[in-house]
């Protein structure tokens, strides 16, 4: 499965662990709380890309975003010896989700799904939220670099990233971005749904409405 194969990613590179180790928690558990989470997180940077009007300007805004947020180093950061800097993350999740109201209830949906404690997930979300916009401004300067987006672990992020919204593999754009990275937004900004039809950000943004009335 997708999730699976990304949870894989996260723990090759050290993520699960530092998730584990920063929260206090077991591999196993940080490693169940982050499938949970992961398709909201992804599905966050997806319509950032989407409202800013889709397309190769919708993959370059959202690259500048990330670029303006830190870039790769949000990652080194959480994978460094040095403390996570959190409000780096809690940023990320403020362009992404537009609402600490929105980060309660993706972390109060993914504990139904987990049995985890939401106060837990809610710690993780800026953590992983970090990782994973690492990752992605990670692999647009190698993109940039390099037309084919190639193999190994950047190939494979860009794979999975794409499908885990549930929209299955991601187009491989030609030019511009190139490979890995055009693909996993190519997914998000073409394919990327729930099984009800919906992004998987926007049911959750409609729980968080109807928590709030």
């Known amino acids: 499965m997708a999730a699976t194969d990304l949870i894989s990613i996260l723990q090759q590179t050290g993520g699960i662990g530092a ?5 206090g928690i077991s591999p196993q558990v940080a490693e169940a709380g982050a499938a949970a989470l992961l398709p ?7 319509k950032q890309a989407e ?11 959202l690259i500048g975003m990330l670029g303006g947020l830190g870039g790769a ?13 959190v409000d780096r993350g809690n940023d990320v999740l403020g362009q992404i989700f537009g609402s600490k109201d ?3 209830t993706v972390a109060a949906h993914a504990a139904n799904q987990t049995g985890i404690d939401p106060a837990l997930l809610k710690k993780m979300l800026p953590i992983l939220a970090m990782l994973v916009a690492g990752y992605m401004s990670h692999q647009a300067s190698g993109a940039q670099g ?7 672990l950047g190939g494979m992020l860009g794979s999975v990233l794409g499908s885990v919204l549930g929209g299955g593999q991601p187009a491989q754009p030609s030019g511009g971005m190139g490979g890995v ?7 998000l900004l073409g394919g990327g749904t729930t099984k009800s039809g919906g992004n998987a950000l926007d049911e959750i943004i409609g729980m968080a409405g109807k928590l709030g009335r």
Do not use: D, Y
Request: proline content about 4%.
């Open 19 to 23: 998730i584990a180790s920063q929260l």
């Open 40 to 46: 909201a997180v992804v599905g966050g940077f997806g």
């Open 51 to 61: 409202n800013a009007g889709g397309g190769e300007g919708g993959l370059g805004s």
């Open 73 to 85: 180093s949000l990652a080194t950061n959480v994978l460094g010896p040095e403390p996570t800097e």
């Open 102 to 104: 929105v980060s309660r």
């Open 146 to 152: 390099q037309q084919s987006g190639g193999g190994g």
């Open 181 to 187: 990275l055009g693909g996993v937004l190519g997914s």
